[in-house]
């Protein structure tokens, strides 16, 4: 989504446009949502504010970091995986959207839902069934320095026989992601066991690992859980 000038700015358009239209300020916060061709000012702020969180995020990464992006089902993990690469794709960076779990169709109504809209020379999606390491790493060779990639998820990386064991994965991602300059985010589930703790965020010992993985290798986690979010670092630095 852009906006044809900064929110504070459409906000006071808004304030001015009420005082000379005489009419309520709520009326002609719509009026102004509707101009940037959003239903209603809910919207255009809550879209807005969903942008920012990607951005902001991908302010605090550096070319190398491998990023470890983990909550529940629900709770937003793969809107934030999309929304870091729209993010990097309208910075210029090249993105890659790749997902065992969704399809092109579904990631692409979750773009629009969003209301972003990445430009296309900069951002792709890959849904194919060979998604690993090694899928991941030959697609993002010839990737420029700074690129970031998602992948979605980190627990279905060695679901094929044929693939390596998911630790082995892990490592070579993170390797590469140093040795390239690229920016890799693994998007990954939380154990069903946190909810029954009542934390309120979850932690590393949440994730879920149905096969060993050195969760050391990532240099950050981001944990979210009911609209709050906690970036903290790892291990492995770039």
Same mark, same amino acid.
């Given at each position: 989504?852009?906006?044809?000038?900064?929110?504070?700015?459409?906000?006071?358009?808004?304030?001015?446009?009420?005082?000379?239209?005489?009419?309520?300020?709520?009326?002609?916060?719509?009026?102004?949502? #509707?101009?940037?061709?959003?239903?209603?000012?809910?919207?255009?702020? %809550?879209?807005?504010?969903?942008?920012?969180?990607?951005?902001?995020?991908?302010?605090?990464?550096?070319?190398?970091?491998?990023?470890?992006? /983990?909550?529940?089902?629900?709770?937003?993990?793969?809107?934030?995986?999309?929304?870091?690469?729209?993010?990097?794709?309208?910075?210029?960076?090249?993105?890659?959207?790749?997902?065992?779990?969704?399809?092109? /169709?579904?990631?692409?109504?979750?773009?629009?839902?969003?209301?972003?809209?990445?430009?296309?020379?900069?951002?792709?999606?890959?849904?194919?069934?060979?998604?690993?390491?090694? %899928?991941?790493?030959? #697609?993002?060779?010839?990737?420029?320095?700074?690129?970031?990639?998602?992948?979605?998820?980190?627990?279905?990386?060695?679901?094929?026989?044929?693939?390596?064991?998911?630790?082995?994965?892990?490592?070579?991602?993170?390797?590469?992601?140093?040795?390239?300059?690229?920016?890799?985010?693994?998007?990954?589930?939380?154990?069903? /066991?946190?909810?029954?703790?009542?934390?309120?965020?979850?932690?590393?010992?949440?994730?879920?690992?149905?096969?060993?993985?050195?969760?050391?290798?990532?240099?950050?986690?981001?944990?979210?859980?009911?609209?709050?979010?906690?970036?903290? /670092?790892?291990?492995?630095?770039?």
């Amino acid at each position: 989504m852009k906006l044809s000038l900064p929110i504070y700015r459409l906000k006071r358009q808004a304030r001015l446009l009420s005082r000379e239209a005489k009419i309520p300020l709520a009326e002609a916060l719509d009026r102004i949502a #509707r101009r940037e061709g959003q239903p209603s000012w809910s919207m255009l702020a %809550h879209l807005s504010a969903r942008q920012n969180v990607g951005a902001r995020l991908l302010s605090e990464f550096a070319p190398g970091d491998f990023l470890l992006l /983990a909550a529940r089902p629900g709770h937003g993990k793969t809107l934030l995986g999309l929304e870091l690469a729209a993010a990097a794709a309208r910075a210029g960076r090249d993105a890659v959207f790749f997902s065992l779990e969704e399809t092109q /169709a579904g990631l692409l109504k979750r773009l629009a839902d969003l209301r972003v809209d990445p430009p296309a020379q900069r951002f792709a999606i890959d849904t194919s069934d060979e998604i690993s390491a090694g %899928h991941v790493i030959s #697609r993002l060779e010839t990737s420029r320095r700074g690129a970031l990639a998602v992948i979605d998820y980190l627990q279905l990386l060695d679901q094929r026989r044929s693939n390596p064991d998911l630790c082995v994965q892990v490592r070579d991602l993170g390797e590469f992601a140093r040795a390239a300059g690229v920016t890799i985010v693994a998007i990954s589930q939380v154990d069903r /066991a946190f909810e029954a703790h009542g934390g309120s965020l979850p932690g590393l010992a949440d994730i879920r690992l149905p096969n060993p993985v050195d969760l050391g290798l990532f240099s950050h986690a981001c944990f979210l859980h009911d609209g709050q979010m906690r970036l903290q /670092a790892i291990g492995a630095v770039s």
